[in-house]
């Protein structure tokens, strides 16, 4: 069976930018991983933890929209979290229907560690490539980031 389309050559995928980033971002978290596993927490966990680290107090229903999750595997997450001290949830004061969600003082010590070993990782990543390139890409990356959200409110 023939898959491949007619009349079209071989477009060399590897060098475009979604595939790029999806498969950079994987490579990462799954390097990460690794190097977090002795902490005891699973991606979704130090992901939604690490959210929260930057952003506490949120209601659950802005989490879930920030981290592209739906309410309910969300809130299951929450109960695990929680259920370990490492989250509280507290009643909205401005709307009784939303909880808030702060971390716990208990991530203070693995932060620093989430955060070095982050730092550690993108050195990694980044070897073998001079300090202005890396400053420029990020750049690049972060002018990027802005114009899809700049593009993503104009067609709400």
């Known amino acids: ?21 999806h498969d ?3 490579l990462m978290r799954r390097a990460f991983d690794r190097r977090v596993k002795h902490l005891g927490l699973t991606r979704s966990q130090w992901f939604v933890l690490v959210h929260l680290y930057r952003t506490d107090g949120q209601t659950q229903r802005h989490l879930a929209q920030e981290l592209d999750m739906e309410r309910a595997p969300l809130s299951k997450l929450l109960d695990r979290l929680e259920s370990g001290s490492w989250i509280e949830r507290r009643a909205d004061p401005d709307d009784r229907r939303a909880n808030r969600v ?10 620093n560690e989430i955060i ?41």
Not at 2 to 20: C, H, N
Not at 121 to 130: A, V
């Open 24 to 26: 950079v971002a994987r």
């Open 1 to 21: 069976m023939e898959t491949k389309k007619q009349g079209a050559g071989p477009r060399d995928l590897g060098r475009s930018l979604g595939f790029l980033v």
């Open 116 to 156: 070095s070993v982050g730092e550690t990782l993108t050195d990694d990543i980044f070897s073998g490539i001079d300090k202005s390139a890396r400053e420029e890409f990020l750049s690049v990356l972060v002018k990027a980031k802005s114009n899809l959200i700049a593009k993503e409110q104009q067609e709400v």
């Open 102 to 111: 702060y971390i716990t003082h208990k991530i203070d010590p693995i932060m």
